[in-house]
């Protein structure tokens, strides 16, 4: 077992996961495509569904899914800083050595979440991102753990492991 095996078992404990996904409401994607079949644009659109505000973080696009695009996290962050809007996390689409200067911002803004996709995991951004105080999950996607903890991902036939008797929380939105 690597060590990010093992520690991203550790980030997947279900308390964890629902507390994150309950507070942070504003998400910066970075790496968000502006096209429809790409896994950020999917990923983004359903957290916009439920309730989220997301954040695009693209240098080459102007706008995605509605939303004005920024050409960093900090930039980001300062646009809507003077909105009264601060970034909760930062939820990473790139490649895992891309992460360290993204991990950098998202300390630098006070973000409380860095949070690497499915396939992205860098463990000494991660270290630092959570020597600053911030959560860090790696190699899970956003979209996917909230389906599985606050309803909908079962109703597909997908086996979420969360075994209770009450009913999934939603989230109030």
């Not at 706008?63 to 970034?87: F, N």
């Not at 050595?97 to 973000?111: F, M, Q």
């Amino acid at each position: 077992m690597t060590a990010c095996v093992a520690y991203t078992a550790g980030m997947s404990d279900i308390a964890t996961l629902r507390r994150i996904l309950g507070t942070c409401k504003t998400i910066a994607v970075v790496g968000l495509s502006p096209q429809w079949h790409r896994p950020s644009f999917f990923a983004a659109k359903y957290m916009q569904g439920h309730g989220y505000r997301v954040v695009p973080v693209n240098p080459t696009a102007t706008e995605i899914l509605g939303q004005r695009c920024y050409a960093s996290v900090t930039a980001a962050a300062e646009a809507l800083a003077a909105q009264g809007v601060k970034i909760d996390m930062v939820d990473c689409f790139r490649k895992s050595e891309d992460i360290p200067p993204i991990a950098d911002e998202a300390v630098a803004i006070g973000a409380k979440c860095l949070w690497m996709q499915i396939g992205v995991t860098n463990e000494a951004a991660a270290a630092k991102a959570r020597a600053a105080g911030l959560d860090v999950v790696m190699d899970r996607c956003v979209k996917i753990e909230h389906a599985r903890l606050f309803g909908g991902l079962n109703w597909a036939g997908v086996n979420t492991r969360v075994i209770s008797s009450r009913r999934p929380q939603h989230l109030p939105y």
